[in-house]
Antibody, heavy 119, light 107 residues
Framework: QVQLVQSGAEVKKPGSSVRVSCKTS????????IGWLRQAPGQGPELMGI????????KYTQRFQGRVTITTDVSTTTVYMDLIGLRSEDTALYYC????????????WGQGTLVTVSS | DIIMTQSPGTLSVSPGARATLSCRAS??????LAWYQQKPGQAPRLLIY???TRAPGIPARFSGSGSGAQFTLTISSLQSEDSAVYYC?????????FGQGTKLEIK
């Protein structure tokens, strides 16, 4: 099963950007799909986008299109999520999670990264 | 996007009893439905996929049923460790969407 380890918590100013990393191991990096989801306090997870490294380009949900970019580094089996134009409503836990495809359940999850947006 | 509605919002059940959690979709999903368990301070954990197939390592006490737009997660012989929030997720149509969760309390 894939193991996913995310970077640490971030505190950002409104209008700035954040990068969260997700180091993967134990799976097939080039064929597993890695999704980024976020979870605001008291709410269910929300998908932001998903990528299958070297196999398919990232696909973003409409809500985050234009603000989120997902990139991959095959040499380090790491996936990155960049979110720009941060606002207070972006304060949430951000998760990476693995899946067998763009439309599937998520069978392994990272530990989560808290991003706090505050002036 | 497909809207997932879970009920009840909170469920209190005694140890050893059975809990029944519901999930309704705004349109038919065939069997493309998953259930997750999330404990405080932890990431969600996959319990069920394909509406009724248990993920590896998940006890047989957890069972999924349903089809179309109405699904159920049943947890039998409840234990204190089952106290958590449970989410359903559809992955029939992009983007996959989650319900708002059912909080299960073991009293």
């Amino acid at each position: 099963q894939v193991q996913l380890v995310q970077s640490g918590a971030e505190v950002k100013k409104p209008g700035s950007s954040v990068r969260v990393s997700c180091k993967t191991s134990g799976g097939s990096f080039t064929t597993e799909a890695i999704g980024w989801l976020r979870q605001a306090p008291g709410q269910g997870p929300e998908l932001m986008g998903i990528v299958i490294p070297t196999f398919a380009p990232p696909k973003y949900t409409q809500r985050f299109q234009g603000r989120v970019t997902i990139t991959t580094d095959v040499s380090t089996t790491t996936v990155y999520m960049d979110l720009i134009g941060l606002r207070s409503e972006d304060t949430a836990l951000y998760y990476c999670a693995s899946s067998v495809g763009r439309l599937a359940s998520f069978d392994s999850w990272g530990q989560g990264t808290l991003v706090t947006v505050s002036s | 996007d497909i809207i997932m509605t879970q009920s009840p919002g909170t469920l209190s059940v005694s140890p050893g009893a059975r809990a029944t959690l519901s999930c309704r979709a705004s349109q038919s999903l065939r069997n493309n439905l998953a259930w997750y368990q999330q404990k405080p301070g932890q990431a969600p954990r996959l319990l069920i996929y394909g509406a009724f197939t248990r993920a590896p390592g998940i006890p047989a006490r957890f069972s999924g049923s349903g089809s179309g737009a109405q699904f159920t997660l049943t947890i039998s012989s409840l234990q204190s460790e089952d106290s958590a929030v449970y989410y359903c997720q559809q992955y029939n149509i992009w983007p996959g969407t989650f319900g708002q969760g059912t909080k299960l309390e073991i009293k």
